[in-house]
């Protein structure tokens, strides 16, 4: 690691686009990640953009009638389906924009949605938009439970994680499965960008935006946002706890273009231990030290398969060619 | 000008959508659909229809796409019918409550379980609540006519509003039957382009989907409930136009020799017109017989309907779907509320019949004609013919 | 747009519940949500913006010198810029 600010420059916040287009007065939690993250990518992604919103926390605490806190264009229509909306929208544009109903110009469309809405629920409706093609980029938010109702288990929920639906008690462990790879999965879609991300190393994430952004046809952000009420850690330690997820390989951030894996931030040789990841967060804080070694196992058969794929995988241009 | 063709009804239904030039179409090919979308999906790959066509991977995510293509401001067309409905029926409310013109066209079918793929009206009686202006077709022309009307209707700057038109599964969409086209021309002039109230575009900024907490939920309901209510004045208007323009006459309720009849029949859908010649038969044995067919079902046209049953002893509400445990059929209950204020309101009973695809023929009207006359049922409601 | 008044009639209420003032989530202030609010100390402080940068609020601006300052209309108190400002130029002290 560089420095302690991590892999950007010292100054670079200073460069970023000043406009807010996620404005001050939403009703998030104290030091929410998930709202730092949309902060963030809606000023990588800039004026030309219409965003698509699954039910969930952004979205309940984005627009109660009659305020908004976005500045791009935005529609909600139900849980399950950010990823349809998002394709009808950007069906719409193509279709308004070759007839000369609307502006001759390039208007990107931005789904984005929890980890209830994306990894569970409105899988099908992602498998489907992005096995399309459309041009259009979804961005999850993971926070890894159903935060908005109550901290619910989702298919985004790691091993050993407490929530209100798979509780850590006598003969329970809380979450006893990994959560599911939908990078892997949307590789497996063959969307030309994939990558992870965190608002914890923003300039990463604002790069992988507006990487995306330049794709011309799907592409996916797989964001881990830091939730410090469900996670039950101090509202301060919100990006910290996003850099030790990274740091303690659990969470490595990387992107695949055209099926070709890359890490994007540097890993160090020697992992930071687990055990600092898991401790200061109260839904861990049952797991015994072998629970916590069950849980580096599932954590470092994932990272490893990530290093394998950044040594092993090809661009599928170079295949074809 | 219009020209005289003979096609399957679901084809002209397509021919008849693709007039109206939409600019985004999604549809899910079975959960059943009909030939509609396959057709449309025809039109375009010819190049005779510039219009982009989703094929989407569920019903759910068909209106979800229609309801963002609507949002950003495209003309959009779905269709589907029975648990295809029911499948995209968590967004079926919701295109109203954004007050987003989507049209769909519903070939009606029966709902599971048991499994069946056909015709009657279970699958419309599951959204008939949820906000959308609702049609039925009797025949391919009205079919047509309704596809061409339901674009101008829902998109007019008064209505804002989703609109189904229905037509019996098989009975109507795999029938064919000769119907009068509209050209191109006459469907321009008689349907200008989609000016859309609000659009999701970075040059106008506009959040759309709100959350409405208690302190606005109420009012917004009373304000789409009004927009609804008030759509008919826009729909008597559209049908005056088309009158004047194509011929052929709308009302909410049209009537078959129903002026000086003592009972009445009142139908929706493709019975119409079996139950016309139900009529004809009665009349020649000497019963002032007479029909009613409910073209209009959301908003309901109560006044019509009071003013049409005036003067007749009896009312025989012929239903297509069951309401399960509830006071009557559908239809009939939602009649009977009408008329329970009127001081000479009919006595009223009500039949369900051709569910699942049963037969309906001329005699089972006339049967059903003749038991009413009689004696008052037991039962507020009967399944016609049901065995044992 | 004229103002509406509020609690909207049913006649008033925007189609759809549509909102067309972009940004208008500012006429609702979360500082009352605070305990603690963060303080710089503009002798430690580098003008490195990264307490701006990480602000979920998005309440942090600069002023005409460099130098950063919190909107306390809108800081809910979080403390991720005290826990991030690696000079230590930001405390937090009850509100």
Redesign the interface.
């Known amino acids: 690691m560089k420095s ?2 991590e892999n950007f420059d ?2 670079a ?2 460069l ?1 686009d000043k406009e ?1 287009y ?12 998930e ?2 993250a949309i ?2 990518m809606a000023k990588a992604l800039g ?4 965003v ?1 919103n699954a039910t969930g926390c952004m ?2 605490t ?17 849980f ?2 950010s ?7 950007e ?6 924009r ?2 000369g ?3 001759d110009r390039d ?1 990107k469309v931005v789904s984005i949605g929890g980890d209830g809405g994306s990894f569970d629920i409105g899988f ?2 992602i ?3 992005m ?2 093609g459309h041009n259009m980029i979804y961005i999850v938010y993971d926070n890894e439970a159903y935060m908005n109702t109550g901290i619910q288990r989702s298919g985004a929920t790691p091993y050993g994680a407490s929530t209100t639906t798979r509780p850590a008690g006598k003969q329970s462990v809380g979450n006893t499965t990994w959560k599911k790879n939908m990078a892997e999965i949307m590789v497996a879609h063959k969307v030309p960008y994939v990558a992870t991300a965190c ?1 914890s190393y ?1 300039f990463d994430f604002m790069d992988k935006v507006k990487k995306a952004k330049k794709v011309n046809g799907p592409a996916f952000i797989h964001c881990l946002a830091v939730c ?1 009420t469900g996670w039950r850690c ?7 706890m996003g850099r030790l997820a990274v740091e303690t390989g659990v969470f490595p951030l990387y992107e695949v273009e055209n099926g070709k894996y890359k890490m994007t931030i540097e890993m160090p040789k020697k992992l930071r231990p687990i055990e600092d990841y898991l401790k200061p967060q109260g839904r861990f804080r049952h797991l015994t030290p072998d629970q916590i070694q069950i849980f580096k196992g599932m954590a470092m058969l994932e990272y490893n398969k990530v290093l394998e794929r950044i040594k092993h995988s090809k661009s599928w241009s170079d295949m074809t060619s | 000008m219009s020209k005289r063709i003979g096609m399957e009804i679901a084809m002209a239904a397509a021919e008849a959508v693709a007039l109206c030039r939409p600019d985004v179409i999604a549809a899910y090919p079975i959960t059943p659909n009909t030939h509609i979308p396959e057709h449309l999906a025809d039109i375009v790959a010819d190049g005779d229809l510039d219009c982009e066509y989703i094929a989407v991977e569920s019903e759910h995510s068909a209106l979800s796409a229609c309801t963002g293509a609507s949002a950003a401001g495209a003309r959009v067309f779905t269709a589907t019918s029975s648990q295809g409905l029911l499948y995209m029926y968590e967004i079926v409310p919701v295109v109203p409550s954004m007050r987003l013109p989507v049209i769909m066209c519903l070939g009606n079918r029966a709902i599971s379980g048991p499994i069946n793929i056909w015709n009657d009206h279970s699958d419309y009686m599951c959204v008939r609540d949820l906000g959308w202006i609702s049609m039925f077709a009797s025949n391919g022309q009205e079919t047509i006519d309704m596809c061409i009307q339901a674009f101008k209707i829902g998109e007019h700057a008064d209505v804002m509003l989703p609109v189904l038109v229905n037509l019996d599964g098989f009975q109507l969409t795999h029938v064919v039957e000769a119907m009068m086209m509209p050209d191109q021309e006459e469907v321009d002039k008689f349907l200008p382009p989609r000016k859309p109230f609000a659009a999701l575009h970075p040059d106008n900024v506009v959040s759309m989907g709100t959350l409405g907490l208690p302190d606005i939920y109420n009012e917004a309901k009373k304000a789409n409930d009004e927009a609804l209510i008030n759509s008919k004045k826009v729909i008597l208007e559209i049908w005056k136009e088309w009158e004047t323009m194509f011929g052929r006459k709308y009302e909410p309720i049209m009537s078959y020799k129903a002026n000086d009849a003592d009972v009445l029949m009142l139908t929706m859908g493709s019975m119409g017109e079996t139950a016309q010649v139900a009529i004809d038969e009665l009349r020649k044995e000497g019963f002032k017989a007479g029909l009613l067919d409910l073209k209009l079902y959301r908003p309901f046209p109560a006044d019509e309907l009071k003013k049409a049953v005036k003067g007749c002893k009896n009312l025989i509400v012929i239903d297509r779907a069951v309401m399960s445990g509830g006071a009557a059929a559908p239809v009939c209950a939602e009649v009977k509320s009408v008329l329970y204020d009127e001081p000479d309101r009919p006595v009223i009973t009500n039949d369900i019949i051709g569910l699942g695809g049963r037969d309906v023929r001329v005699e089972d009207f006339i049967k059903i004609f003749k038991k009413a006359a009689k004696a008052k049922p037991e039962r507020a409601y009967e399944i016609y013919g049901v065995r044992g | 747009m004229t103002e509406k008044k509020w609690p909207e009639t049913w006649q008033d209420t925007n189609p759809g519940l549509m909102i067309f003032k972009p940004g208008s989530s500012r006429s609702y202030l979360t500082g009352g949500w605070r305990a603690q609010k963060p303080i710089w100390d503009n002798t430690k402080c580098i003008k490195c913006g990264v307490c701006y940068l990480f602000c979920p609020e998005a309440c942090i601006t600069e002023d005409a010198e460099g130098f950063f300052m919190a909107d306390l209309n809108y800081c809910k108190g979080c403390g991720i810029c005290y826990h991030e400002c690696w000079p230590r130029a930001i405390k937090m002290v009850e509100d």
């Open positions: 302690i600010v010292l100054f916040p200073k970023v807010e996620y404005c001050s007065g939403h009703r998030a939690c104290q030091g929410c990640g709202a730092l902060r963030l004026k030309d953009t219409v698509t979205e309940v984005a627009t109660p009638y009659p305020t908004t806190a976005w500045k791009l264009p935005w529609v909600h229509v139900a399950p389906n990823a349809a909306v998002g394709a009808g929208v069906a719409a544009l193509k279709s308004l070759r007839k109903k609307i502006a208007v099908q409706a498998s489907g938009a096995e399309r608002h923003p410090p101090p509202s301060d330690a919100c990006i910290k």
